[in-house]
């Protein structure tokens, strides 16, 4: 798995993104501190070939104490290789917003096509995770992993099958396979999101993850929007304290 950087301009991003500041990427050997901040662009090999990625640096990290991080991973209107649109939806807006409630280093990898799903990228997501290692100091027992839609089902998958790196889980409107994830996931703390009128991904794709971790003995929060259609991230995402509730969990040992 291979990593390489990219020079990213200060200046302000439009196109359907709202207005996101974009640190600006000096060059220079990885050894060198990380004096960046903001929405960085980088190309990571999860073993499929080069992909785009973005990782976020909080404005002001004190780059000298291991710090929280988030996987994010967007859902299928968010594919491609531009290595940007997956900051459109969910969780950039939410840090742009109100960038005090999510003081968390943030890894955005990107998915190329809605025809796959995260759960064949993983070595995707692992090498953009390893990315953000290298460069920044995190807090290994601080790990999060959080996603809407594909990428709801991308946190249920991939939680599920590296239990031993996540601290906690936050799948949005997801789907997935009951009988695969809920004994992984019966000690992880888990809170999950859907809107009751998604016509997308119904309800029950949740709630079936749901129940079946609670009989494997688990204790997974659930949040149900009553009248919220597939939208349900923006709620679960500024309105619901879930930066808060990541940071009250630390990887079980």
């Known amino acids: 798995m291979g990593t390489q950087r990219g020079a990213v301009g200060r200046g302000v991003l439009a196109a359907g993104l709202g207005a996101f500041v974009m640190g600006g990427c000096a060059g220079g050997t990885r050894s060198a501190p990380m004096a960046e901040s903001g929405f960085l662009f980088r190309t990571v090999d999860g073993g499929d070939g080069p992909r785009r990625t973005v ?45 005090e409630a999510w003081p968390f280093v943030a890894v955005f990898p990107q ?7 995260w759960a064949d990228r993983e070595g995707l997501v692992l090498a953009a995770l390893a990315d953000a290692r290298g460069e920044c100091a995190i807090d290994p027992d601080r790990i999060y992993l959080t996603g809407l839609s594909r990428g709801g089902a991308g946190t249920w998958a991939i939680a599920a099958r590296h239990p031993g790196v996540f601290a906690a889980a936050a799948p949005i ?11 992984p996931l019966a000690a992880m703390p888990i809170w999950a999101f859907h809107g009751l009128a998604d016509d997308v991904v119904k309800p029950e794709k949740t709630t079936a993850i749901v129940e079946a971790i609670r009989a494997a003995g688990g204790t997974p929060k659930m949040t ?10 923006d709620r679960a995402y500024r309105t619901e304290g879930l930066g808060e509730w990541f940071l009250a969990h630390r990887r079980a040992r």
């Open 173 to 183: 409107c997801g789907y997935g396979d009951p009988a695969t994830v809920a004994a």
């Open 224 to 233: 149900l929007y009553p009248g919220v259609d597939h939208g349900s991230w």
């Open 111 to 117: 998915l190329e096509t809605s025809e796959i799903q």
């Open 55 to 99: 990782l976020y640096v909080p404005r002001g990290l004190d780059r000298s104490v291991p710090a929280p991080c988030i996987v994010f991973l967007h859902g299928s209107g968010e594919c491609g290789t531009d290595g940007l649109r997956q900051l459109a939806q969910g969780l950039a807006p939410a840090m742009v917003a109100a960038p």
